[in-house]
């Protein structure tokens, strides 16, 4: 008799997307003639850039001759690759990281839910809410937590709601965690965070010999000079954090397929006797034996946005989307919502009109406007109350959202 991994079974079905998905249905198939637009997407919309294309097209070209064909690549990724990161992501805002800390890899949804391969199960777990829901599930089907509860956390986990009073951020727990899940810019509320707080977490998990998962997926959209784009900036955090990167939001990788996560050899964790252990050593090894690298067409695409060319086009792409994101900002301001986020960040986290649950705020705009959001409640329940709206849509989307939420005035 086969035994299935009980973590699975606690999970709750994938509910908001194909929830979200349903209700659009049943209202386009009444209302065949609506025009719906989506601004719930969290999914870039813009194509990749020509350097990367370039780029692209030339490595497949390498793959059909003999002489530069490229068979199983080094499963760290390529130096070439590694090298233009740290060069251009790290040495470039003063932050030391060594090449041989660069993991390349097929994405950060991966990466996030994997690097618990490296971790026990007894490790208390800090998490947002709302928050990426990735970080939730892949502890549930990893065995480090109870069943859901009624208000839906999960128990064994550390809940950290994030309230407006707060400015969406996490509040440092006050019992001692292990393990802390910090992303910034946040999916889904696009808060961000200072150098000054994020040393106050820094220095928590130094106290607590605790390790911080720093998801910085969106640190491209930082427009705030004075903000942190890699936790490695604070001081004490090559003792304490990983950080995941992707081209995905950076440069229209979605579909592509390219990331990165930096783990400082510095960086430890115990054994049951006490003793510490390099978490370097265990990644390698586990990446070694379980992944084979990303392809060299795609890590050949991924470099060219570091050189010159290849950085203007990824930066007009970042500002199409974040020009987006403030006409949105704009226009909902204007008929008197309250906005947050959006300005660093590709989301915008909206207080619903009059209180209004998210769901049913949800159909309120589906049914009066034609406009497609996401509940905020589907990222946890400190989400409920919200919609988040992603300006990763074209133009002509956005003005057509603008016209219809000024009905609203
Ligand atoms: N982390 C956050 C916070 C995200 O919002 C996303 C994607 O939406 C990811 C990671 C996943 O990135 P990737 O496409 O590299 O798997």
């Known amino acids: 008799m086969a035994f299935l991994n009980e973590g699975y079974l606690k999970l709750k079905a994938g509910y908001l997307f194909p929830e979200i998905g349903r209700r659009v249905r049943e209202y386009q198939t009444a209302h065949p003639d609506a025009r719906i637009i989506r601004m719930g997407i969290g999914d870039v919309t813009r194509p990749l850039a020509p350097s990367v294309i370039k780029a692209f097209h030339e490595a497949v070209e390498e793959m059909g001759n003999e002489s530069t064909f490229k068979g199983y690549g080094p499963e760290q990724g390529y130096e070439f690759l590694r090298k233009a990161i740290v060069d251009n992501e790290f040495i470039s805002r003063g932050v030391n990281i060594d090449i041989d800390e660069i993991f390349i890899s097929d994405g950060s949804k991966c990466d996030t839910g994997n690097i618990l391969d490296i971790f026990g199960k007894n490790n208390r777990v800090a998490i947002a809410d709302p928050v990426y829901p990735v970080y939730v599930d892949t502890n549930v089907m990893d065995g480090r937590t109870g069943p859901m509860l009624e208000n839906g956390y999960y128990e064994n986990i550390v809940y950290m709601p994030c309230k407006e009073e707060n400015n969406f951020l996490p509040q440092i727990p006050s019992q001692p965690v292990d393990i802390i899940y910090l992303c910034f810019p946040n999916n889904p509320t696009g808060a961000t965070i200072d150098k000054a707080t994020l040393k106050k977490w820094v220095d928590f998990a130094l106290e607590h010999r605790a390790i911080i998962l720093y998801d910085a997926a969106y640190e491209a959209y930082i ?26 939001k950076t440069a229209g990788f979605t579909g592509t397929r390219c990331a990165y996560t930096i783990l400082p050899k510095s960086v430890k964790a115990y054994d049951p006797q006490g003793n510490a252990h390099p978490l370097h050593a265990l990644w390698l090894r586990r990446q070694t034996t379980k992944f084979n690298g990303v392809s060299y067409p795609v890590q050949k695409a991924a470099a060219a946005i570091y050189t010159d060319t290849g950085k203007k086009e990824v930066r007009d792409t970042i500002a199409y989307y974040m020009e987006n994101a ?11 919502f309250k906005v947050f986020g959006g300005i660093n960040a590709p989301y915008l986290w909206v207080k619903t009109k009059d209180n ?3 769901w049913e705020f949800f159909d309120y705009l589906l049914h009066k406007l034609q406009i497609v959001g996401t509940p905020g409640a589907g990222f946890g ?4 109350g919200y919609i988040r709206f992603s300006a990763f ?11 219809r939420i000024k009905k609203l005035a």
Do not use: Y
Request: with cysteine.
């Open 356 to 358: 209004m649950g998210s």
């Open 223 to 248: 427009s705030d000079a004075t903000l942190p784009h890699s936790i490695f900036e604070i001081e004490g955090a090559r003792e304490c954090a990983i950080e995941f990167r992707s081209f995905s």
């Open 326 to 336: 403030a006409i949105m900002r704009k226009s909902l301001e204007s008929v008197g």
């Open 393 to 403: 849509a074209n133009r002509d989307s956005v003005l057509e959202f603008t016209d």
């Open 381 to 384: 329940p400190s989400g409920e």
